[in-house]
């Protein structure tokens, strides 16, 4: 069921909780278009692809055919607008804009407590350790890092070579130059950030 629908800042963005089947996603598209679920034999991943093109169908006001580059990037193949998907426990986010953008949606968890020293750099980690609730801050700073890849994805950066602030709920993510702003939101089920 979709559960947000908003546009800010030029870009629109959908999530989709995933509650029902298989069949019952199918049923949703109702023979409006095709769906692809060759090769994906696991039926969350089936649900993913169902409930995000849904949601592409939703924030197109239409259904919107879509191919995928090499690097796995999607992209509308008949439309000029760009595209942006993620995934996560349950949750599908999709978003959608006239200029290159990234989202991405995580489960709340601290299993991103496992893995900081790969994606945080020393000051973010230092920050990070020097509070009593870690989890959210790394999660947060994950996903930035995660849609500011989504965005650049002709580069191939290093996670660390960012560097993430936050202002109140927004994030300022720099790389080399350039500074990327972002926004977020943060629950007791996901972090989203889209920019």
Partial sequence: ?????????????????????????MDHINGRFTVSLTGITNPNRQKERLASR??????????????????????????NLHLSISHTKNYVAVAVAPFKIGIDIEHTSERVLRITEKFLN????????NTSNPAPIALLY??????????MTDKEPEFTLFTCQQHHNTLTVHYQAETFSFIFEQNNHYTLVIG
């Avoid at 979709?2 to 989709?16: K, L, M, P, V």
């Avoid at 849904?54 to 509308?76: S, T």
């Avoid at 020393?122 to 350790?129: K, P, S």
Wanted: hydrophobic letters at 35%; one cysteine or more; aromatic letters at 10%.
């Fill in 54 to 79: 849904l949601l592409i169908e939703l924030l197109c006001d239409g259904h919107q055919p879509i191919d995928y580059k090499e690097n796995g990037e999607p992209y509308f193949t008949q439309c």
């Fill in 142 to 151: 994950w996903c930035a890092k995660e849609a500011m890849y989504k965005k």
């Fill in 122 to 129: 020393t000051t973010e980690l230092a920050e990070v350790t």
């Fill in 1 to 25: 069921m979709i559960i947000c629908d908003r546009q800010i800042n030029g870009i629109r963005y959908a999530i989709w909780q995933l509650t029902e089947s298989v069949s019952e996603l």
